[in-house]
């Protein structure tokens, strides 16, 4: 892909909806299952998968031009672990709490296939400042897609939202079981395909 | 290849023997084994008969838990067996049995003569532990379903039983070589150097490293496997489990056996969810499912119901 | 060859840059890290003990830490206790070394200050030095004492044991008498909803103001929690209840077994067999020490 052509909204806006790491390209999944079960958990991962990928995406763009193509895809992984240390070391310093929550899931960023695809894709080929709002398009995209399973999951199964008691009952403790949330995800997933559809449909009609 | 399979099996019982052997703990020469009996007692068996005078003498043994050497558990009751060459110790509440006890058996007495003093360890067997973290990486605390990981991957060669298997099997051997040589740098290297915030990046970097040995030793020495495998092995490094089990095993401080065990549970754990999930899939692709839900949506639900099911597996334990 | 030696030359580089970064991060969080650490565990304490925001501590109370280690000399074991001592107006640490049996075997100096004995690295330097191989030591636990107005207010206890999945770490406060203080379930990785709820207020306070006869026996009781007594326990619903309401049900459930969560009976009775262990054997080893330390007249700062 060449330079882009997208302005820097339009690219922040791709990340949150056409592009949507969660619903729409189906990668990292795995933190949306496990952890969504408060908002909080979703935000607070999705600030750290934000910083990441901001980070790396810069780092990258900053040094495009002297990374040797046949050694590409570790010098990505090299700039996304060393980012990731960074945040997983600070989170544990500074919000032990949050960081306890989050589990293993914080180390685990640097697997995550969509920051190293994006880097592939776009920071690689593009200058700072455009990778820059693609990286926080994806990693407000990912935060959006956490907080929307963690809205669902806290309200429908503790009654809370981010620890402050709205329905005062627990409806449905299923949603706080891990399983529930790749229900949640698979009926998200529909939903989006729904709206697609029904967009795609609203579109021929009109030809 | 039937030499190999001999020499599998042969060297695979030795192993296990060893294994055994090694739960028993028994250090002296007129002991021949002692080991946890039901919930509350301890069963000695000794190499002969002792006399029935000091084996009712309830002072004449001490047993602690290893970590409270200061506090002596009660004993209630002793009784001889096996004619005299046994005695089964009954305590006053259950044993904790996952802490080592260590008993002191005070100046022996056997047909008149004194065997001296013994200080044995009770623990249950390491086997057992080592098949327990076998299971549990398995099916317990399977890595898909119990723990969320690896979804991306799981998701995406889930729709064929012959995509699934080929990505389960590659996945495990990788998955074995990767994580022996995380215990190994974490054990001498990491750790006495405290440089434990590299973990991330080294354990990456070995990944990384075992996929490329992997594929290349694959293309050298079994073309064929390698075109039925190959093309799984890239998708390998974007599998969140490869990553996990190595910080797993850092974190809890495993020994190299319970390692590995970790690393083949976690292996065929993977392989048996993959299976598990294409062959509903493969059903999945001829049944009447509305066009919003066909695909991945599906599959997630269906994924759940099995997370579901694999939750009625917690808390197992056999050993 | 020469791609090969520059890609791997800019690979080393860019490693090694990485790692300084790394480096460097982690030396300025690691300090944070620690400090926090033990603010929480402090705060815990507090809670514990009944001082929070609205209800302070006062100026005097001082948190004094007993680190105990299981020494090894050769087959001979022996318990030794790092204990704040007072001398000469300042507070300092001694190694007060007992045997299995509970005599009194050896006492000496460490070269340590208060501040610096919170951290496990400072206590095993101090150690190394005061012990000459081949005594080995492994550190075992530690406990808190809380003294104000010269006498003892409580001790701190934690306690780790096995629950339904993975360990349960909690921490118990007893007065000196080892009646409950309060408990408060740390870490657990118990399912959410079922064991869980082990951290919830109507599990943990029922075990408050138990005294020691009844935690000796302390059994779990499979039926449903009373009405009245949820409503005493969670402290929204305890707005409702009147003064006398409120006397009346600490008095009924006094000497009552705890009743098992829902759905969660195993987290509940491992968590109750764990605080009967741990009330079992601090209340034994903490008049062991009373007396050691009485007999010789050691200056213990508690």
């Known amino acids: ?207 | 290849m039937k030499d190999l399979r001999l020499h599998v099996i042969v060297v695979g019982l030795l192993l296990l023997g060893g294994m055994l052997l090694a739960g028993c703990g028994a250090e002296h020469r007129f002991i021949k084994k002692i080991s946890f009996k039901g919930t509350n007692q301890i069963e000695i068996a000794f190499a002969g008969p002792v006399d029935e005078k000091w084996a009712k003498n309830v002072e004449n043994y001490a047993v602690y838990e290893e970590p409270d050497p200061d506090i002596l558990l009660n004993i209630t009751d002793v009784n001889l067996a096996q004619g005299g060459k046994a005695v089964i110790l009954t305590f006053e509440s259950d044993l904790n049995q996952t802490q080592p006890h260590l008993v002191t058996l005070q100046d022996m007495m056997a047909e008149g003569r004194s065997m001296g003093t013994a200080l044995l360890t009770v623990k249950k067997l390491y086997f057992g532990y080592l098949f327990s973290i076998l299971l549990g990486a398995m099916i317990i605390k399977n890595f898909v379903f119990t723990k969320y990981l690896g979804l991306c991957v799981f998701f995406g060669t889930s729709q064929k039983k012959s995509t699934a298997v080929g990505m389960g099997i590659t996945f495990t051997i990788v998955m074995i070589a990767s994580a022996m040589m995380s215990w190994f740098l974490y054990q001498f290297v990491l750790k006495p150097y405290r440089l434990d915030f590299l973990q991330i990046i080294v354990f990456i970097g070995l990944v990384s490293l075992s996929v490329q040995a992997v594929d290349t030793i694959l293309r050298k020495v079994n073309p064929a496997l390698f075109k039925a495998f190959g093309v799984y092995l890239v998708l390998v490094i974007a599998n969140c489990i490869i990553l996990a089990v190595p910080l797993i095993l850092a974190n809890s401080e495993y020994n190299a056996w319970e390692s590995l065990m970790l690393a083949v549970g976690a292996g065929t754990g993977f392989l048996i969810a993959l299976f598990l999930m294409s062959s509903v899939r493969e059903r999945l692709e001829l049944a009447n499912v509305p066009p919003t839900y066909r695909g991945l949506p599906i599959a997630f639900i269906t994924a759940g119901l099995f997370a579901l099911a694999f939750m009625g597996f917690s808390g197992m334990s056999i050993f | ?302």
Not at chain 1, 66 to 83: D, G, K, Q, S
């Open chain 3, 1 to 302: 060859m020469k791609q090969i030696i520059r890609i791997t030359i800019g690979l080393t580089i860019s490693c090694l840059i990485a790692a300084l970064l790394m480096g460097v991060v982690f030396t300025i969080t690691a300090k944070a890290k620690k400090h926090n650490e033990h603010v929480q565990v402090q705060e815990t304490m507090l809670d514990l003990l009944g001082y929070n925001g609205a209800n302070p501590a006062p100026p005097d109370l001082k948190l004094h830490n007993i680190y105990r280690y299981i020494l090894k000399d050769g087959r001979k074991k022996y318990l030794g206790y790092m204990i704040p001592v007072k001398e000469a107006g300042s507070l300092g640490y001694k190694l007060l070394i007992i045997t299995l049996e509970g005599k009194f075997h050896e006492l000496i100096d460490l070269s340590i200050s208060p501040e610096k004995a919170i951290e496990a690295q400072e206590r095993e330097t101090a150690l190394n030095e005061a012990l000459q191989p081949p005594v080995t030591f492994t550190y075992a636990d530690e406990t808190a004492v809380a003294v104000t107005e010269g006498k003892r207010l409580a001790y701190l206890v934690r306690g780790e044991f096995q629950g339904f999945k993975t360990f349960i770490t909690i921490m118990l406060a007893f007065d000196p008498n080892f009646r409950i203080l309060g408990m408060e379930v740390m870490e657990h990785e118990e399912d959410p909803g079922l064991g869980g709820e082990i951290e919830e207020d109507y599990f943990e306070d029922q075990f408050k103001n138990k005294t020691f006869e009844k935690i000796k026996k302390l059994d779990v009781v499979k039926k449903p929690l009373p009405e009245e007594y949820r409503k005493y326990l969670e402290p929204k619903l305890r707005r409702t209840l009147t003064g006398e309401d409120l006397a009346k049900i600490r008095k009924m459930y006094q000497d009552a077994d705890i009743y098992a969560l829902t759905g969660a009976t195993i987290s509940s009775k491992a968590v109750t067999d764990g605080v009967k262990n741990a009330t079992k054997k601090f209340a034994y080893r903490i008049e062991v020490l009373d007396s050691v330390i009485a007999e010789h007249r050691v200056a213990a700062a508690f």
């Open chain 1, 1 to 207: 892909m060449p330079v882009t052509k997208k302005t820097n909204k339009q690219l922040f806006f791709n990340g949150i909806l056409m592009e949507n790491p969660i619903f729409r390209l189906a990668l990292s999944m795995c933190p949306a299952v496990g952890i969504s079960t408060t908002v909080m958990n979703g935000v607070l991962l999705g600030i750290a998968v934000l910083f990441v990928q901001v980070f790396s995406s810069c780092t990258i763009a900053a040094i495009k031009d002297y990374i040797h193509p046949r050694i590409r895809i570790p010098t990505y992984t090299l700039t996304i672990a060393t980012w990731v240390t960074i945040i997983d070391l600070v989170l544990a310093a500074y919000m032990p709490e949050a960081y306890k929550a989050m589990g293993i899931f914080v180390k685990l960023i640097v697997a995550f296939a969509i920051i190293t695809m994006r880097l592939e894709m776009f920071a690689a080929k593009n200058p700072i400042i455009p990778s820059f709002w693609d990286a926080v398009g994806m990693g407000l995209g990912f935060m959006f897609g956490m907080m929307t399973l963690g809205f669902i999951r806290e309200l429908l199964g503790a009654g809370t939202l981010l620890g402050h008691d709205i329905l005062g009952v627990r409806p449905l403790l299923f949603f706080i079981l891990p399983a529930a949330g790749f229900f949640c995800v698979g009926f998200i997933m529909a939903l989006f395909n729904y709206v697609e559809l029904v967009f795609k449909r609203m579109k021929e009609k009109k030809d």
